[in-house]
Each structure stands twice: as C-alpha cells, then as structure tokens.
C-alpha cells in the first residue's frame, strides 16, 4: 500500500512537471493515468479499461449539453451579438464618467451568459470594445484590464460549461447550480463596475465621459440587444422554470441565435461552417481532457492518493474553514499553469473527498460538526467558491490566461500595464470570496427558493 501511494505521489510531481513544460493538459493526464495504472496493476488492466473507458465517459447524457452550449457561443459570436450587447450597454452607461469600461463589463456578462466561455468572452468583446475605448482615450490599463477581468464572467453567469463539468464530477443537480451561480455572478458585475467608479474617481483621466446619446440612437441600441435578452430568458428561465433541462434547453438556445443571426443576413455557410468547426474543435478539446481526467483519477484511486490525502487532512487537527481557505488557495495557484476547465478536472476529484470527510461524512452530523450544512449544501457552495477563483486564476500574474488574450488584442498597450489595470479587480473578486464565504446562504437561498 505505501509503494502505491508512493507511485500515486510521484505521478502527481510528474503531472505538475509535464503541465510545466507546457504540455497539453489532456496529453499529460493520459500519459501519467496510463503508465500509473500499468506499474500499478500491469498492461493487461490498462489495456482492459480502455476497450470500454472512453465509451463509459462520454456516453453520459448530461455530457450531451456541452456542444450545444458550445455550439450556441460560436453561433452567438458569428451573429454579431457581441456588438449589440456593447451597443446597448455603452448607451446606458457611456455618458458617465469610465461609462465606457462599465458597459464593456455589462456587455460582457450579457455576452458571458450566452457563450459560457470566459476565453471566448475576453477575445469577442476585446475585438469589439477596444477600438472604442481607445477612441475616448481611455487609459491602457483600465481599459485592458476591465476586459480582462470582464472575460472572467462568462464561466459563472449561466449556462456555464465548466459549472456543468463541475456538476458531473461531483454528481450534483446542474440545474441546480446554475440557480446558485445567478446571484454570485450577479454579484461579480456589480462590484466590477463599482471598482471601475472608484477607478475613475482617483484617476479621472483614465475613464473619460462618452459622448451623449439622441433619443433616437437611445431607443435603436436598447431595441437591438432586446432579442439577446429573450433569447437568455427563454434558455435560463426556461431551465429555472422546470420546462425543460439543460441539453434541450441549449438545443433551443442554438435555434433562437441562429434564427437571430439568420435574420440579420450574419448566418451564411462560412459563417455556420466557422461556428461548427469551433464547436467540434473545443468539443473534441473538452472530451479528451475528461478522457485523461478520468484515467489519472482512475490511477490515482487504485493509488490511494485522494483517500490517503483526505485522511490526512481529516486528522491535521486545522479547522474545516481553514482546510477549505487552503484548497481554494491552491486552486488559484493552479491558475497560472491551465486553463479553468483543466483546474476543476485535476483538482476537484482530489478536493471534494476532503471536504465531505471534514463535513462528516456522507452525511452530516447532528452535532454541528464539519461546515454546519448537509453535504448536498456544500456541495453547491463550494462549487459556486471554486469556480470564483478558478475565474481569479484567470487574471492572476504571472500568467492569467485572460490578460495574454487581451494583450495580443492591444499591442500598443504593455502587458505589465494590463496587469496593473486587472489588479483592482482581483482586489474585488477577493472581496466577493470572503463575503460568500462568511455567508453561504447568498448561495444556497435562490436554489432553495426555487425547488
């Protein structure tokens, strides 16, 4: 049992150092799941498992969601939503002072609930909005970071696709999470836009005032985002309200943007070609990073690396809050080697066991033990807290994903300077940590409210 356990460790040291070098995150799981599980159990077992392994994990019908909503981004980006969304949001807000930025977020949450991908919401509005902030002579890191920062939305305001892996690793209800993702993610946009008024107060320079709007161009841009926002009420809402789950849902979604985009003379065959190709490519990306996903845990199981690690924590005498502090930590270590959906992959298989033995078990104890709420509780509010800095790794220096996308958007602007702009934000996205944590019912209350 120790050599195993030893074996597990290693392989985790040889994971980290593979990622390090940059090689890609589902090429590296498979490699170390693979040789682990044949020093472990012999060729003839690994060989087994793969006659039926792939089969097994994406035969999963709420797998089936996810090129849809991948689908329902790419169509929504080629239809030009992005445009309207920041149209609309710069006639709301563009007349005050850092309006311009503000509308960027707003549009962005808008454009975050359609696409569900915070690197596809960081480069489409990027495209879109930087040309304008740039012509208010914004400054470069207020403008570089709010659309970094910006980009973070789209994995936590619903439909979010790795809220919905999230969800299968851990064998929760997606619907359900996506109810608790609403007000954290609604929460996020509010303090965003109060970062960028504090901004703009000290330094008034950075975010000027946009020009006024007639009442005429008011009413054009609030009627041309109005499609966006049915189409959003009919997909969630719809969800929310029990007509139908999450892979109809999308189905109908992806109908309603292509309609859209149709109508608009936006969806022609380059256009629909584009949108699948990406849809297959990301596809295709997502599942072989759950194929090696699910051969490391397979390994590390047999292992015993998760239950040697839960045990230990379980017996480290630290408080469960403290315990949870650390492992959302090392979360947004994580963040400066992948990408969010390779960090809840690795990371939550090894996590929630600790957390649901520090909870006491299965099922929670009478006695107040653990986090104080049933296992079914935490499990959406951690859910909901890791996908919070999964987004901060997004942003965080040296490597936040986001800021390289944003940068290779804005050349002229340094990167260090599109850190500097991001930092506010990070500050508020740690703000927004600690309130959720000291209060777990701004989570748990919509979904209970609801069911």
């Given at each position: 049992m120790a050599d195993a356990l030893m074996t597990g460790f290693a392989g985790l040291i040889v994971l980290i150092l593979l990622i390090a070098i940059r090689m890609p995150i589902a090429l590296a799981m498979i490699i170390v799941g693979g040789v682990g599980v044949t020093l472990l159990n012999g060729t003839a077992i690994f060989m087994a498992q793969l006659k039926t392994l792939a089969y097994g994990q994406f035969s999963i019908y709420d797998l089936s969601v996810v090129p849809m909503f991948v689908l329902m981004g790419a169509l929504a980006t080629q239809a030009g939503l992005s445009k309207d969304m920041f149209r609309a949001a710069n006639a709301w807000l563009g007349w005050l002072r850092g309006g311009t930025a503000m509308a960027a977020i707003a549009a962005c949450a808008i454009f975050g609930a359609v696409c569900g991908s915070s690197l596809a919401t960081a480069s489409t509005m990027g495209k879109v909005a930087l040309p304008e902030l740039a012509r208010y002579r914004y400054s470069g890191a207020l403008a570089t970071g709010t659309l970094a920062a910006g980009g973070v939305l789209g994995i936590l305001i619903p439909p979010s696709v790795v809220l919905i892996i999230y969800s299968i690793i851990?064998?929760?209800?997606?619907?359900?999470?996506?109810?608790?993702?609403?007000?954290?993610?609604?929460?996020?946009?509010?303090?965003?836009?109060?970062?960028?008024?504090?901004?703009?107060?000290?330094?008034?320079?950075?975010?000027?005032?946009?020009?006024?709007?007639?009442?005429?161009?008011?009413?054009?841009?609030?009627?041309?985002?109005?499609?966006?926002?049915?189409?959003?009420?009919?997909?969630?809402?719809?969800?929310?309200?029990?007509?139908?789950?999450?892979?109809?849902?999308?189905?109908?979604?992806?109908?309603?943007?292509?309609?859209?985009?149709?109508?608009?003379?936006?969806?022609?065959?380059?256009?629909?070609?584009?949108?699948?190709?990406?849809?297959?490519?990301?596809?295709?990306?997502?599942?072989?990073?759950l194929l090696g996903a699910e051969m490391l845990k397979i390994f590390m199981s047999r292992a015993g690396v998760p239950q040697a690690t839960a045990e230990w924590m379980a017996n480290s005498g630290l408080a469960p809050m403290t315990v949870l502090l650390l492992l959302l930590v090392a979360l947004i270590a994580l963040g400066c080697l992948m990408d969010s959906l390779s960090m809840i992959l690795l990371a939550i298989p090894f996590f929630w066991p600790v957390l649901v033995e520090?909870?006491?078990?299965?099922?929670?104890?009478?006695?107040?033990?653990?986090?104080?709420?049933?296992?079914?509780?935490?499990?959406?509010?951690?859910?909901?807290?890791?996908?919070?800095?999964?987004?901060?790794?997004?942003?965080?220096?040296?490597?936040?994903?986001?800021?390289?996308?944003?940068?290779?958007?804005?050349?002229?602007?340094?990167?260090?300077?599109?850190?500097?702009?991001?930092?506010?934000?990070?500050?508020?996205?740690?703000?927004?940590?600690?309130?959720?944590?000291?209060?777990?019912?701004?989570?748990?209350?919509?979904?209970?409210?609801?069911?």
């Open positions: 851990v064998e929760a209800n997606i619907v359900t999470m996506f109810m608790a993702a609403l007000i954290p993610g609604i929460m996020a946009v509010l303090l965003f836009l109060l970062t960028i008024a504090i901004y703009v107060m000290i330094w008034p320079e950075s975010g000027p005032r946009g020009d006024p709007n007639t009442r005429a161009e008011f009413l054009s841009a609030t009627l041309g985002v109005i499609p966006v926002l049915v189409i959003f009420l009919l997909v969630i809402g719809g969800i929310y309200a029990g007509f139908y789950n999450p892979t109809p849902a999308a189905a109908v979604g992806v109908f309603l943007v292509w309609l859209y985009g149709t109508f608009r003379g936006q969806m022609g065959l380059k256009a629909m070609r584009i949108s699948l190709l990406e849809t297959a490519s990301t596809t295709g990306m997502i599942y072989l990073i520090l909870n006491g078990g299965l099922y929670q104890m009478a006695d107040g033990s653990g986090f104080g709420m049933s296992t079914e509780d935490l499990k959406i509010w951690f859910g909901i807290l890791a996908l919070i800095v999964v987004e901060l790794g997004l942003i965080t220096p040296p490597v936040g994903m986001n800021v390289f996308v944003i940068s290779a958007l804005a050349k002229d602007v340094p990167m260090s300077e599109t850190f500097k702009g991001v930092l506010p934000f990070f500050l508020a996205e740690l703000l927004r940590v600690a309130v959720l944590l000291a209060f777990p019912v701004i989570v748990l209350w919509l979904p209970r409210v609801l069911s």
